[in-house]
């Protein structure tokens, strides 16, 4: 099955960039959405943002203007480019792989936004 693994997260102070990776494996699908989500202690996992293989986006309300996700089906990888970060966007970032047959997770990478 479709294996994604996440990279990227650390810590970072208030107005910081980062940029996560995702690299999937057994991607049979060509046609499938990926996407990044994010989970802050006690609250729920929430969008971050999407990109189809036709390269349509979506993002949260909460990070348009500021972060930028972008694949790369030669590598297999789907990034998340995110610039000014403020302390809102400390979470668990999950990758995220989509298609018809199935719905994929990563592990999850911590981002940490902190003085």
């Known amino acids: 099955q479709v294996q994604l693994v996440e990279s990227g997260g650390g810590l970072v102070p208030p107005g910081g960039s980062l940029r996560l990776s995702c690299v999937a494996s057994?991607?049979?699908?060509?046609?499938?959405?990926m996407g990044w989500y994010r989970q802050a202690p006690g609250k729920e996992r929430e969008l971050v943002a999407t990109?189809?293989?036709?390269?349509?986006?979506n993002y949260g309300d909460s990070v348009k203007g500021r972060f930028t996700i972008s694949r790369d089906d030669a590598k297999d990888t789907v990034y998340l480019q995110m610039n000014s970060l403020k302390p809102e966007d400390t979470a668990v970032y999950y990758c995220?792989?989509?298609?018809?047959?199935?719905?994929?997770w990563g592990q999850g990478t911590q981002v940490t936004v902190s003085s």
């Open positions: 995220n792989f989509r298609t018809g047959a199935g719905n994929y």
């Open positions: 057994r991607i049979i699908f060509t046609i499938n959405t």
């Open positions: 990109i189809t293989s036709a390269l349509r986006t």
